[in-house]
């Protein structure tokens, strides 16, 4: 790397973008199918008669609705503020022992 070159920083996918996911991080895998498998398969129903043609354009919104849906409750469960951390154990003599050390009854 040459160092007088600005480090850039890669663009987020498009469906994270799309989709302004602040806390999912989808993967390469689940994008393609809530993308393409949802696609596919509102053509395959409407192909074989099973669907309306808008069932092209209602499938992958509906999918991507449960998708932002998610990331929205995904933010509102998650812990705002830090907690405190918990209080140190206070440990008894016998505890700070190691199990080698009682079994031959030495420190």
Do not use: C, F
């Amino acid at each position: 790397m040459n160092p007088d070159q600005p480090v850039v920083e890669p663009k987020p996918p498009l469906y994270w973008r799309a989709l302004r996911l602040q806390h999912l991080r989808p993967n390469g895998w689940q994008r393609a199918i809530l993308v393409e498998g949802v696609l596919a398969l509102a053509v395959v129903l409407v192909l074989a008669d099973v669907a309306t043609a808008w069932t092209l354009l209602a499938l992958p919104l509906a999918s991507a609705l449960l998708v932002k849906g998610h990331d929205v409750l995904a933010g509102l469960l998650r812990p705002r503020t830090r907690t405190a951390p918990p209080p140190e154990r206070v440990t008894a003599p016998s505890e700070s022992l190691s199990a080698t050390s009682r079994l031959r009854g030495t420190p």
